[in-house]
């Protein structure tokens, strides 16, 4: 039971993890109770259990996997987060479940697969499902195909996709088991069940007898259809309303409803598979369809017939096999070849569907000829033929074709042109069979309705009944008019019979039900020609609308005018004058009637006073206008001659006309008389009232035709001008639409040749008016004219451009005409623009498009292809205006789109713009052979080539309309296409276009999943140009089809386009408004004028600032101001600070365009932006206690990813987003990660401008603030990459300055990429990057950057091999070669690989590197790199030498800047300083080491921020010794024995000296100061003197208390010279090793002085005893001491040091102080383990004391040392390290110290906080408890041996190993004394230890010989009580009794080479790097409070630093005025003047 005992407190998910499966069981059972409790799906206890859940359901253990798959299904049904898990979920069901002979396992992991499909994965889910069909083992195989059968059955086929699953049904049908055949078919009767006969295409191959089976079975099915029984998450409204129903009883009708939805939505040829049958063609097959002989062209097409039987084929470029078969069909005289090749294209169109129609216009015309043939067999094919061809494309597209035949003599192509038409109209419905295509078909039936052939009327009426079914009778009666009534019936007749596609009955209904669609559907031809049909396009109104938009409004009225007159008009007959005037006289008075005709103008003025006041009183039905009229014409008539009479006549024309119900035939009556008068001068105005008044009862377009001609007949040119003015009035008044431009256009030309000016004027006048309607191809009717005149009519239409047309206020009486407003509107607006085009003279230029042409074009020779182009320009200029007919040229223009040679492909580009305007809205046809092709064009690389395309472009859309080109799936292909040009160029277009348009094709749709794609392109540019499109798409698709298209995203992508969409649903642009209805109302005028600009403004006012910042294209070019503010914004948007105000100027400037909405635009983003402001006033990082460690914890334990990746996943960036919304700002985590890259670098901005304000928090999600940036290395945008280095450089700038240390979890997350980065190809990149790596060796050991730099030598990018390489030669100079990891063997072997490089700056950067170890370690360099080829040797060897050669000069040219650094962490910084730099290598050290002081003492933070100048002011004076020592004064001068005692010293003595030096000797303090800081400097003969003055304070006991007060200031001098010594000196080659030795030596000497007097000693605070302890340990360990003479003896006499060190320096201090070492040197992984040992070494000592010591240790503060090691070294790591001795001495200090003090140690414990929480207080409790029990039994020393008896413990093993080791020294010859000398240590160390096993098999001799060394050795020692250079003191051979390297862990690997120096180096890393206690801050707190002592090292530094500088200026001023003695500057005249000074101070002592 103990084990259960211990598993069973776990935590429930570590239960579930647990090895033991009881452990396992009970973890299942709880989780299940506890995911069955939690009721928040969002709780963050779910997310526990994430990583899981897949070990649930892959139980090992069979009990336990039942309850896991309970439980994993409880969490699936609760938990938010499940859907995370589908993928690996499902996979482990299937492999670890459905085998299992358990059905209850195999229920719940079907069950689980269907939960997983109820939270709305269905996909994944299938996808697994799908892959386990293909698993070997077959109960795998079934389980899966009953859990799809299952779902299908549940779910329904809308959520379960078929295809997939349809794919493998046959290979199941084929499985060897019987048991997955029976399962199959059940499969397969369940889609049968969905989708029914669908399913009958992909089974037909299947084994016949299976077959027969499966129709048995689906006979038996019920006929009713399926229902989705079961709901995902979010059909919870579908759910309720099941259950509503099945509540009521199943309501039958509305399931047959929702079934009638669902039925169709499967189609079979969407189940099918694609065949590729272009390859499979015979390979001689186009020379065979060639061949003369029938037979093998037969051949050829028997092949290919069967190839096309296929039901789908793949898309290819079919265009060679079409017009092969084109070719057959229309030349081949053997009737059954052309039968044969109308197969094999049917089957083409049939199994290509929408991807044939690119070849339909080709075909179609050929088809249509062939007709012609009788044969029924032809017929009949030809017929299969071009109905299936019609299904691929549109009515629209083919209608050239077919009314071109309709026309044709041979009357079978009559009648089968008409039957095509009408079989295809039952295709259509009332939208796709609109007004404007119907018209000229009813024209042409309507003449066939009369041909002779009785089979053409037949088939034409049969096609008038087709029609008349499909959009109803309303819409085609306006063509029937002229049809006699017989006819009429007949075509209702035919109408009766139809059956229309689709439909199962009713006719016209579905025509009225249908009627908004078409209006709906006919702008988007009509559209895009207006855009741009005004060429050029400056102003709103130009852009927004060029003929037909504007004519939209005005066509309106007056196409429901022509409706009203067409449908109520009465053809009025002619009456005779006889019936008028008895009409007349029934409405006139009498009176009046007579005097008509009187001769008196004054009578027949009465009379028609009395005539106006009848016709005003007259009811309209009661006015017989026609009567009316001809009683004025009535003579004198329209000859009158009196004004007066003519002026009332005229008035009274209106009024009828106006009135009354006012036919043509009336119209005719006066109209003549009209056109007379219009220029007379009295009574013009009045013709023109009248006129205008005619032209609103009969329409205008009629009226001005006949008005016009009548004027050009008569020859008065007044009158002609006259009425050309009032034509251009009329149609402002009146709109453009319907106007028949042709019926006037001659006799505009006529009068613009008049030679009455007025008239030109008129007619110049008229055309700048028709201009505003018709835009740019106006001009093309009058090109011909004289260049003078054309120049007048160019100025006219400049005039005119800019200007919108004016809303019509005149039109048709629409009372009747109303309803009918959208179908009117729709024909009409097509005619405008249309028409307009229409009535140029087209010439056909397919004749002239010669094969020789065409070969022309496609030759190999680009000149010869430039010649083809040339001639196809030629031919379209000289013909001006083309029909649609024009060859094979499209399919020759379209390869040259492609053309290697660019200015080919513009050459060909702007022949396509001229084929656009030549053609005009004819050109349809050929969208999806030549337009799609010039899209494709939009993702050439050139701008120019890019920029043709567009204009190209936008120049057929003019033509074409926007739905050709929406329709099918070319533009989604396009899009597909991953070119980030054509991309950015596409989307782009159609957010301009899309706006503009009231429909689109449903097929835009297929768009949305690219689009989705390109929101998160790796361009900018393709993300920009995607938002700006999102709303125009969404304003067409709607919120939600677009929300649903987001399913098949990848999670993270989801999250973030969904988001996209909400922000672009708020600034959706509204749909453009149906013109129809608002005809009358004046604010129409700017409808048309703001219809684009309106969503455009919207846009950019949102109060998303998505939108706000990407301007869309329309604004640009619609209006001027737009421009520089756009130009504006761009210079500035890479400014953090001042950016929203440039934004809101941006959005102000924009808006000015349509001031129209400015007050709707402008209000949101104002309330908006005050909101955003708000929401980030407060923090930005939120500090969330532990989160960091809890994240580390996780990433072990693997619950998260590790952030490691070659380029980030989808899955990396969610993780990172879920991490950061705790700790960051909502409103920052959603710029964070913002698609733009403009929002990244606005929250880089802000986080540069909070990081200072909030870095604890900052430094609380370091490691995600981190891994964001990684992520942003992978951008390829520049601007972020600069901002994100701005902000790394200020963060480690501020973390250095804090002292944090990098954790490896956040290193190994950063830094491999940003050595990626220092690869990049711009150089301002890699300099950050650069000063960015040198900062990071602030915040993290070099020796762990090292490996990283050494990885990215690996690179395949040269930039960054030489980059690395760079890094690792500035490591190796500034840190030695103890940097080299893992050895510097391996490190440069490594290197020297790089020498051979084929990159020449790889060569020279591994070369440096490689001169760099040289420098620092000399010719073992050689050993070190390995064999190199004798090429690289000598380069390497030529490199050395030169290098040798620069070294003096490079050092003194690097000085002076190297001081100079910049303090701004931006600047960039200095690489590789050169190693003679000890001045600032020294300045580091100090301000490192202040900074570490001000860290522990928290009551220096104050004035933390003066410090750093003291330190450089003071720093500078003494750093500069060696370069300007003629400015300090010689030390001889100092008379320190005459400062000390002044009483003593003679007046004489003083009087040579100035006054200032007086006043430095009066003092005493500054004086020692300043020699202190001799102590430290550069110049080791200053520092020689200056040590020797105080050796000679330290040997007199009566001065040395002097030195009181300066100890610590001493002794941080004097480590800091030991630093200086092991870092440069010892590097410099050309420094005598013989000083160095001096410099040593008197170091020493002078420490062990100190040493010796313990009052002194015991000055010595815990912070500078560590740091000493640090350099004494690190000297005995160095390897290069050992290789200077006498070196042995100078390390014996750091022992003897350290000693003396541990015996008399306060205990507390020292105890405290090798703690806190000990703890460093554990952390420090890259260090030697030697380092460590020999710390715990003088531990042990210490312990071994602490009987005798204990009462003067401050146990408290020895306590929280222990307490602080713990925290950082809990137990559990102590064990993990390799050695055991860390933990040993541990328990053994902490046994001793409760074995002293007892139970009173626990009161000891007061300075620990959270006691409770300290693992201390639990050991000393144990151990007091254990010590208690062995009170009674043994005394103090055997407790104490006891206590020790660990340490035997530890060494025994290696005890004998040591001694036998020492004892072989002693036996030989060389190395006796070295072998006594160790034994006498070891005997000094371990007095206890038994040498009697070695000695006892010795001879008596020996034994005597090793008695008496002894004994010499003793009294030597005693006798000699200070260092001597003779001094023989036992070394401490680290060898000796120190575990062999390799036994230690991490990085020595055994090898010798300067392993002391590694560990030197690696403490002064840490110091410079403001690591000095290693470990971050939070574990290990401050102690400030709790250590005195080290705060008096530092206060009294900070406090010397002052006088010090004092000091310096007292002694130079002394020597201004002083005698100045010139001080030699070399090292023998110095020592000469040492030995003067010493005799001096001895003589004054005597």
């Not at 009666?477 to 439909?503: R, Y």
């Not at 290395?1273 to 901002?1283: E, I």
């Amino acid at each position: 039971m103990g084990d259960d005992s211990e598993w069973m407190k776990l935590p429930i998910d570590q239960k579930c993890e647990h090895k033991i499966w009881k452990a396992r069981l009970n973890g299942y059972e709880e989780a299940l109770k506890l995911f069955q409790k939690i009721e928040d799906e969002k709780s963050s206890e779910w997310g526990k259990y994430l990583g899981l859940i897949k070990k649930f359901v892959t139980e090992s253990n069979a009990v336990a996997q039942l309850k896991g798959l309970e439980a994993a299904l409880a969490f699936i049904e609760n938990a938010h987060v499940a859907g995370k898990t589908t993928g690996e979920v499902v996979s482990g069901v299937v492999g670890k479940v459905f085998n299992q002979p358990k059905a209850r396992a195999k229920e719940l992991g079907t069950e689980i697969c269907l939960m997983y499909i109820e939270i709305e994965k269905a996909e994944v889910v299938q996808d697994e499902l799908i892959k386990g069909l293909d698993n070997k083992n077959p109960k795998i195989v079934v389980a899966c195909i009953e859990t799809l059968r299952k779902a299908l059955c549940e779910f329904g086929s809308k959520i379960i996709t078929l295809k997939p699953v349809v794919k493998v049904l046959p290979k199941l049908f084929e499985s060897r088991e019987k048991a997955v055949r029976d399962e199959a078919k059940l499969l397969a009767v369940e889609i049968y069940r969905w989708i029914r006969d669908a399913l009958r295409t992909p089974l037909q191959n299947i084994n016949s007898v299976q077959l027969k089976e499966l129709e048995e079975e689906w006979v038996k099915l019920p006929a009713a259809a399926p229902k989705q029984t079961r709901f995902l998450r979010s059909q919870q409204d579908l759910k309720a309303k099941f259950e509503q129903q099945q509540a009521a009883g199943g309501d039958e009708a509305d399931g047959d409803d929702d079934d009638e939805v669902e039925a169709p939505s499967v189609d079979p040829y969407e189940l099918l598979e694609a065949v590729e049958i272009l390859s499979k063609l015979p390979k001689d097959f186009y020379e065979k369809i060639e061949a003369k002989k029938w037979q093998e062209r037969k051949e050829a097409l028997e092949a290919v017939e069967a190839l096309t039987k296929n039901p789908k084929l793949d898309s290819g470029d079919y265009g060679d096999l079409v017009r092969a078969l084109k070719k057959v069909i229309g030349k081949d005289a053997n009737v059954m070849l052309v039968t044969m090749a109308a197969k094999c294209l049917a089957g083409l169109a049939a199994g290509l569907r929408k991807k044939f129609g690119t070849y339909a216009g080709h075909v179609v015309p050929t088809i249509l000829e062939k007709f012609k043939e009788k044969k029924p067999q032809v017929v009949q094919a030809l017929q299969e033929a071009i109905d299936a061809v019609f299904l691929t494309t549109t009515l629209q597209n083919i209608s050239e074709d077919v009314l071109g035949v309709m026309d044709n003599k041979n009357p079978s192509i009559k009648q089968q042109a008409s039957l095509f038409l009408a079989r295809s109209f039952r295709h259509c419905t009332p939208s796709t069979l609109p007004k404007s295509v119907l018209k000229p078909f009813c024209a042409a039936f309507l003449k066939q309705v009369n041909d002779s052939a009785p089979e053409v009327r037949d088939a034409a009426f049969e096609a008038l009944g087709t029609a008349m079914k499909v959009v109803g009778e309303k819409a085609v009666n306006p063509f029937l008019t002229d049809v006699d009534k017989l006819k009429l019936d007949k075509i209702k007749e035919c109408a009766d019979k139809v059956e229309l596609v689709g439909k199962k009955g009713g006719g016209g209904g579905g025509g009225g039900e249908k009627k908004e669609k078409p209006a709906a559907k006919a702008p988007p031809p009509v559209e895009a020609p207006a855009k741009s049909s005004g060429p050029p396009k400056k102003a709103v109104p130009a852009k927004a609308a060029g003929p037909p938009k504007k004519g939209k409004p005005a066509s309106a009225p007056s196409a429901k005018s022509k409706k009203a007159s067409d449908t109520k008009e009465i053809v009025e007959t002619e009456l005779s004058p006889e019936v008028c005037e008895e009409k007349a006289a029934a409405v006139l008075p009498a009176s009046c009637m007579q005097l008509l005709d009187s001769g008196n103008w004054k009578e027949r003025l009465a009379s028609m006073e009395e005539f106006q006041r009848a016709v005003e009183q007259m009811d309209k039905s009661e006015m017989p206008c026609q009567a009316l009229v001809k009683m004025l014409a009535k003579k004198p008539g329209w000859k009158e001659t009196n004004f007066q009479v003519m002026q009332m006549k005229l008035h009274i024309v209106g009024l009828i006309a106006q009135k009354g119900t006012f036919s043509k035939t009336s119209a005719l009556v006066v109209l003549d008389g009209l056109v007379d008068k219009i220029g007379d001068v009295k009574c013009g105005s009045n013709a023109k009232e009248a006129l205008t008044a005619i032209g609103e009862a009969c329409s205008l377009p009629w009226t001005a035709e006949q008005v016009v001609s009548m004027a050009f007949t008569q020859k008065n040119p007044k009158n002609q001008a006259e009425t050309l003015n009032w034509l251009a009035n009329a149609m402002k008044e009146f709109g453009f639409a319907g106007i028949n431009v042709k019926a006037f256009i001659n006799n505009v030309k006529t009068a613009l040749g008049a030679t009455n000016p007025a008239v030109r004027t008129s007619a110049i006048a008229l055309l700048g008016v028709m201009y505003l309607y018709m835009g740019a191809p106006l001009r093309m009717f009058f090109e011909d004219e004289k260049p003078a005149l054309l120049s007048q009519i160019d100025a006219e239409f400049e005039k005119m451009q800019g200007q919108s047309p004016p809303a019509p206020t005149r039109g048709a009486k629409k009372a009747g005409a109303e309803e009918e407003g959208d179908a009117g509107e729709e024909e009409e607006v097509d005619g405008g623009a249309g028409d307009i085009m229409d009535l140029l003279p087209r010439s056909d230029i397919s004749d002239k498009i010669t094969s020789d042409m065409v070969s022309k074009i496609s030759d190999k020779n680009w000149k010869i292809r430039k010649e083809g182009l040339d001639e196809v320009v030629a031919v379209i200029s000289e013909a001006k205006f083309i029909q649609a007919n024009i060859g094979e040229l499209p399919m020759a223009l379209k390869g040259r789109l492609n053309d290697s040679n660019k200015l080919l492909v513009q050459q060909t580009l702007s022949i396509l713009q001229q084929i656009a305007t030549a053609m005009g809205p004819s050109l349809k046809q050929h969208v999806k052979n030549l337009g799609i092709p010039v899209v494709t064009v939009l993702g050439d690389s050139k701008p120019n080539v890019r920029a043709a395309a567009l204009s190209t472009l936008n120049a057929w859309v003019e033509q074409t309309g926007m739905k050709e080109w929406l329709e099918g799936e070319d533009l989604s292909e396009e899009l597909k296409k991953e070119n980030p040009f054509l991309r950015q160029e596409m989307l782009g277009w159609l957010a301009e276009k899309l706006p503009t348009l009231r429909t689109v094709p449903a097929d835009l749709m297929l768009c949305v999943p690219h689009l989705y794609n390109c929101l998160e392109d790796r361009s900018g540019d393709v993300r920009k140009k995607a938002q700006d499109a999102l709303p125009t798409f969404m304003m067409h698709l709607g919120y939600e089809k677009m929300s649903k298209a987001t399913g098949k995203l990848k999670p993270a992508s989801k999250d973030q386009v969904v988001s996209m969409l909400e922000k672009a649903r708020a600034v959706m642009p509204a749909k453009p408004a149906a013109p129809a209805k608002a005809a009358a109302s004046k604010p129409l005028s700017s409808s048309a004028h703001a219809a684009k600009p309106a969503s455009a403004p919207a846009r950019n006012q949102s109060p998303s600032e998505d939108y706000s910042e990407p301007e869309p294209k329309p604004d640009t070019k619609k209006a001027k101001p737009a421009g520089p503010a756009a130009k504006k914004r761009g210079s500035m948007e890479l400014k953090v600070k001042g950016e929203k105000d440039n934004a809101k100027q941006n959005r102000l400037s924009r808006g000015t365009p349509s001031s129209e909405q400015g007050v709707v635009g402008k209000k949101p983003p104002v309330k908006a932006g005050a909101k955003d402001e708000e929401d980030k006033s407060g923090p930005i990082f939120i500090l969330v206690p532990n989160s960091k460690e809890q994240r580390i914890k996780e990433e072990k334990a693997l619950k998260i990813l590790k952030w490691n990746f070659i380029t980030p996943r989808d899955e990396y960036v969610e993780q990172l987003k879920t991490q950061m919304s705790t700790c960051l700002a909502k409103w920052l985590q959603d710029e964070l990660f913002h698609f733009d890259f403009q929002r990244h670098v606005k929250a880089i901005g802000a986080m540069i401008e909070r990081m200072e304000a909030e870095c604890e928090a900052v430094i609380g999600c370091l490691d995600l603030i981190l891994k964001w940036f990684t992520l942003r290395f992978f951008d390829t945008n520049t601007s972020v990459l600069m901002k994100a280095l701005e902000f790394l450089k200020l963060l480690f700038t501020m973390l250095s300055r804090k002292n944090y240390q990098l954790n490896d979890y956040e290193a190994s997350s950063f830094i491999p990429y940003l050595i990626l980065k220092v690869g990049e190809s711009k150089d301002v990149v890699r300099k950050d990057v650069r000063a960015i790596l040198t900062m990071l060796c602030k915040v993290y050991a070099a020796s762990k950057v090292f490996p990283f730099l050494m990885e990215g030598t690996k690179s395949k990018n040269s930039k960054q091999r030489s980059e690395c390489l760079d890094e690792l030669g500035c490591l190796i100079e500034n840190f030695g070669m103890n940097v080299c990891q893992p050895t510097p063997a391996k490190a440069l072997k490594e290197i020297a690989v790089h020498i051979g490089d084929r990159d020449t700056t790889v060569r020279n950067a591994a070369l440096n590197t490689v001169v760099a170890a040289y420098n620092a370690c000399g010719d073992q360099v050689f050993k070190l790199i390995g064999n190199l080829s004798e090429k690289e040797m000598s380069m390497l060897e030529e490199r050395i030498k030169r290098s040798a050669k620069k070294t003096p000069a490079a050092s003194a040219k690097q000085e002076r800047p190297q001081r100079e650094h910049p303090t701004n962490p931006n600047a960039t910084f200095l690489r590789k300083p050169a190693q003679e730099e000890v001045p600032n290598k020294l300045r580091i050290m100090y301000r490192t080491y202040r900074i570490q002081a001000r860290a522990q003492n928290a009551h220096l933070e104050q004035s933390a921020p003066s410090i750093p100048k003291e330190f450089q002011l003071d720093l500078d004076v003494f750093e500069n010794n060696h370069t300007c020592a003629s400015d300090i004064p010689d030390l001889v001068q100092h008379k320190l024995d005459e400062v000390l005692e002044p009483v003593m010293i003679p007046e004489r003595k003083m009087r040579s000296v100035s006054p200032h030096f007086d006043d430095i000797h009066n003092s005493t303090a500054s004086t020692i100061n300043f020699v202190i800081s001799q102590v430290a400097s550069g110049d080791i003969n200053t520092s020689i003197q200056a040590l020797a003055q105080i050796d000679e304070v330290l040997r007199q006991a009566d001065k040395a208390e002097a030195m009181s007060g300066h100890i610590d200031q001493f002794l941080i001098a004097t480590f800091m010279q030991l630093r200086l010594i092991y870092n440069t000196h010892m590097a410099d080659d050309r420094l005598d090793k013989k000083d160095i030795f001096k410099l040593y030596s008197c170091i020493i000497g002078n420490m062990l002085s100190l040493f010796s007097m313990e009052s002194l000693a015991r000055e010595a605070s815990m912070g500078v005893l560590k740091d000493l302890m640090h350099g004494l340990i690190t000297l005995m360990l160095d390897s290069r001491v050992e290789d200077i003479e006498d070196g042995q003896q100078l390390i014996r006499s750091v022992n003897l040091l350290v000693v003396r060190v541990l015996e008399k320096s306060d205990q507390t201090n020292i105890l405290s102080a090798l703690l806190v070492l000990l703890q460093d040197s554990l952390i420090g992984t890259a260090g030697s383990p030697m380092f460590s040992e020999l710390v715990m070494k003088c531990l042990w000592r210490m312990i071994r004391f602490l009987p005798q010591t204990i009462n003067s240790i401050n146990l408290d503060r020895i306590l929280l040392d222990v307490h602080n090691f713990m925290k950082v070294f809990p137990k559990e790591k102590l064990k993990q390290l390799k050695s055991d001795v860390p933990h040993r001495t541990l328990k053994t200090l902490l046994h001793t110290l409760c074995r002293l003090t007892g139970a009173k140690i626990l009161d000891h414990m007061s300075m620990i906080e959270n006691r409770n929480e300290s693992e201390l207080e639990a050991h000393l409790r144990r151990v007091v408890k254990h010590s208690a029990n062995l009170s009674g039994l043994k005394s103090d020393k055997s407790t104490e041996k006891g206590a020790l008896r660990s340490d035997e413990k530890m060494i025994k093993a290696k005890v004998s190993d040591i001694l036998s080791e020492i004892f072989k020294k002693i036996g030989s010859k060389e190395n006796t004394k070295e072998g006594l000398t160790e034994l006498y240590e070891y005997k000094q160390k371990y007095s206890d230890a038994d040498l009697e096993p070695f000695l006892r098999n010795t001879s008596q001799f020996f034994q005597s010989y090793v008695e008496r060394g002894l004994r010499m050795i003793e009294s030597e020692r005693e006798g000699k009580g200070r260092i001597q250079t003779s001094t023989v003191i036992p070394q401490h051979s680290t060898e000796s009794y120190l575990p062999s390297s390799s036994t230690v862990p991490i990085s020595s690997n055994g090898e010798d080479l300067n392993a002391a120096a590694y560990y030197e180096r690696l403490k002064i890393l840490r110091q410079r790097r403001g690591l000095e206690n290693s470990t971050p801050e939070e574990d290990r707190p401050p102690l400030s409070s709790l250590r005195p002592s080290v705060a008096s090292s530092t206060d009294m530094l900070h406090s010397k630093l002052s006088q010090l500088k004092e000091s310096r200026e007292h002694f130079q001023q002394e020597q201004s005025h002083s005698h100045s003695p010139t001080r030699s500057s070399s090292p023998a005249s110095n020592l000469d003047d040492l030995k003067k000074r010493l005799e001096r101070i001895k003589s004054n002592r005597q």
